[in-house]
Nanobody, 128 residues
Framework: QLQLVESGGGLVQPGGSLRLSCAAS????????IGWFRRAPGKEHEGVSC????????YYLDSVQGRFTISRDNANNAVYLQMNSLKPEDTNVYYC?????????????????????WGQGTPVTVSS
């Protein structure tokens, strides 16, 4: 059974950092594109960052570009989102999701669909 479990969220002051983890079970993340999503007005999910299943190419939402870094750790079968210089507007619940053999990570993040598995989400609150 495919499963993703997020962790690492919490309360952080503006300018601070968090490292979110997305642990996979039932499938190897090496063969799946993984994305981090959050809720957004007018749509159910907004793609924050996605990483390809093939060449680890990445996509970042404009508002997080340069501040967030997505990475894959095949040995631990996990994907991470390093979040630096956090802003109050980053406050949200962050979800990871996966789709097998996806290389178009921009499309995956901008138009999430056909995603095979979603995690439960981990909340991030940026506030002083």
């Amino acid at each position: 059974q495919l499963q993703l479990v997020e962790s690492g969220g919490g309360l952080v002051q503006p300018g601070g950092s968090l490292r979110l983890s997305c642990a996979a079970s039932g499938f190897p993340v090496a063969y799946y594109a993984i994305g981090w999503f959050r809720r957004a007005p007018g749509k159910e999910h907004e793609g924050v960052s996605c990483i390809s299943s093939e060449d680890d190419s990445t996509y970042y939402l404009d508002s997080v570009q340069g501040r967030f870094t997505i990475s894959r750790d095949n040995a631990n079968n996990a994907v991470y989102l390093q979040m630096n210089s956090l802003k109050p507007e980053d406050t949200n619940v962050y979800y990871c999701a996966a789709i097998r053999a996806e290389t178009n990570v921009q499309a995956m993040c901008e138009m999430p669909r056909y995603l095979e598995v979603w995690g439960q989400g981990t909340p991030v609150t940026v506030s002083s």
